[in-house]
């Protein structure tokens, strides 16, 4: 069977699926709400599918539609670059929609992208910054292009590699007993309360899977989606809490809270995370290859 696809018919798809409603979709596409709804009736028709559940006023993505979804993404960013093959193509053009999770969100992230900014010339980058499994499950919904996050993941369709590390830290309250402690030993944490961060978070995962282990009673005392609110309870003296020392530094510095050091291996990696089916684009190629050689000039 032949089929008559148009680029706007592929384009009011992928458009639907980011909004999840008609209105939404025509309104970003600058189109009629009965012309986004035409494109995409046409376009099942003519591939004999529905692509998107009706759940209420919301269109979600069934089975069908995630089979095209990438196509359609690679597609799309293909015909960009036609566009663009007859420019300079030492000036990368298109827009890049990172994901990072909270500590190279705040710590990392806003460095490096002045770095390629500064080196590159390119300025049309956005940053979502929320905790690693929401930012893994965008990228696998292509509603980002790539992703820093500091956990590890064994999604399927993702392809991690680290391309840098840092350092957790343990912290409590100035006037906590454990500071008067010359050597302490993870013995010393027994019976403590904790601050944690919400499911998902990469340093709630690190304490889950390095410290608790080891420590026989516990208690979660909160949990915060903040690391602000986090540092705060604990200087409150609400509990402790084990983040990453590029987060805790500032609070460390002005004496709001301090590092309790174990005998512990507390480093961590950061992984960056494509999509495996994702079109990789000059733009996309070049920030990634950054990503690595900005961390390793840091490094040095």
């Not at 990392?108 to 929320?130: C, E, K, M």
Request: one cysteine or more; a negative charge; aromatic letters at 8%.
């Amino acid at each position: 069977m032949a089929v008559n696809i148009s680029l706007k018919q592929l384009k009011v798809f992928s458009t639907i699926n980011h909004y999840d409603t008609l209105t939404e979709a025509a309104e970003a596409l600058f189109l009629s709400k009965a012309a986004v709804s035409m494109a995409l009736s046409e376009l099942e028709r003519q591939l004999g599918h529905s692509l998107f559940d009706r759940v209420n006023k919301r269109l979600v993505l069934n089975q069908e539609g995630l089979k095209l979804l990438p196509l359609v993404d690679e597609l799309l960013h293909r015909v960009q670059d036609i566009e663009l093959v007859l420019e300079d193509d030492s000036v990368l053009t298109g827009k890049l929609r990172i994901g990072a999770s909270d500590t190279i969100g705040n710590q990392v992230a806003p460095y490096l992208l002045s770095d390629f900014r500064q080196q590159t010339g390119h300025h049309a980058q956005s940053l979502f910054i929320s905790n690693s499994a929401l930012i893994c499950e965008k990228l696998v919904d292509y509603e980002l292009d790539l992703a820093l996050i500091e956990g590890k993941t064994l999604h399927p369709e993702l392809i991690s590699t680290p391309f840098s590390q840092d350092e957790m830290c343990i912290i409590c309250s100035p006037n906590s007993p454990l500071t008067k402690l010359g050597l302490p030993t993870v013995g010393d944490l027994e019976n403590s309360d904790w601050i944690l961060r919400e499911a998902g978070s990469g340093s709630r995962e690190f304490f889950l899977r390095a410290i608790a282990p080891r420590i026989e009673q516990w208690h979660e005392a909160f949990q915060l989606n903040t690391t602000e609110a986090l540092i705060n309870c604990v200087s409150a003296g609400l509990g402790l809490a084990c983040l990453s020392r590029l987060a805790a530094t500032p609070a460390i510095q002005d004496g709001r809270v301090v590092t309790i050091e174990l005998p512990l291996d507390m480093k961590r990696r950061f992984w960056l995370l494509v999509h495996k089916e994702k079109y990789q684009n000059p733009l996309l190629k070049t920030f990634i290859e950054f990503c690595y050689q900005w961390d390793s000039q840091h490094r040095s």
